[in-house]
């Protein structure tokens, strides 16, 4: 069977967009932030989108539209002959450990979303916003409900394939949530209290960089916000047509994803600091600090229900690529059908999500990783450490592995200035940074 094409450039960079752009720009983004001192987290997440994130995006894609095969057929194809194909399952591994919390989370978005139109939170419920977000997390079953329903939503896009499905969600609703988080940060800007917010966001507290956990959040961040390391984007590099041109595309994939996080991060902040919420409040914060925000605008209700609507679809083309990671690689393996391998991959993975969900109930004292939750210990190691591995690999295999002409062909750099300065980055820059901050998350080393 021939492998599914997108319908045209546009399509690409739209679903790419649509992946990169998502939960982890507004629920993730902030909270990480928050938990991280702010300004001086931001500095590192940019330094790190700018020298690791966007040149290893071009990377991850190229190999894709070279190979075209799934994470680790593509290793095997390029590498053959030797053992690189088995980092291609950390992209797998961190498939299922991310979207099974994404899941979650995403179900937490669809029950707002819900309130919003039945009109329940158009006013602070009794016990407060946050009151009303911990009964509903802790229930044991409530939050699962929500949970199976996005999967499905997912999963049903993902089974009618890549370009009925994936390409045609998403074309309204991303320029919809861009215009509508801007309003809500004039907004919020405007509140009493707001520049307290802003000052934390952009005024970094340099001795915050003296934390070795800083880097290792960052850098996970920037991995994640990218949708970077795990294949996602060389899935969908995959089916890219050879005349597509790929570095304008992935510096706009770039910019995009870091303009969202960043005017989330106004929305947020000031709305933090002038409802006297604590910023390291972890997962839960924008879920107590949007109502609130929206409670106090004008037609807020509205606003709201439109919000968490776009929130929803911008998720959904976030999971998309994520559950077509897994299912794009036991496709190929085993012979299987779309509808067949979406439907049992997606399945696994809300089994987990059920666990994630019970890791704010009955489970909430079952802590993996450190003193984390279900949640927290699967985003840790996803996140800070699977995607980087994953992206490490990639690196290596383009800067050492493959010779500099045909990697600088295969991103289309051949005849391009930048293309020594792209391929010095991959072969030293981004390799070296990475091993650094794993060295200094590890306690090796200090800096
Ligand atoms: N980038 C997505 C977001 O910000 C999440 C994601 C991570 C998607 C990894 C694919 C791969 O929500």
Redesign the pocket.
Known sequence: MAREKWGTKLGFMLAAMG???????IWRFSFVAGENGGGAFLILYLAFVVLIGVPLLLTEVSIGRKAESDVVGSFKKLAPGTPWHLTGFFGIASAFL?LSFYAVVAGWAIYYFWNYVNGSFFSQPEVGYDGAFGQFISHSWHPIGWTALFMILTIVIVLSGVKKGIEAANKIFMPLLAILLIVLAFFSLSLDGASEGMKFLFTPDWSALSNPSIYIAALGQAF????LG?G?MLTYGSYLRKENKLPSATLGIGLMDTFFAIISGIVIFPAVFAFGIDPSSGPPLVFITLPTIFEQMPFGGIIGLVFFFALILASLS?SV??LEVPTAYFMRVFGWTRFATSVLMGSIMFVFGIAVSLGFGIWSGVTPIGDRNILDSMDYLASNIFLPLGGLSMALLVGWYMKKATALESADLSTSPIGSFWYGIIKFVAPILILLIFLNSSGLLQF
């Not at 992946?19 to 720009?25: D, E, F, I, M, P």
């Not at 994640?224 to 949708?227: G, H, M, N, P, R």
Request: glycine letters at 12%.
């Open positions: 992946s990169a752009v998502g939960l982890g720009n991310i994640f916000s990218l949708s795990m996602a976030s690529s994520i």
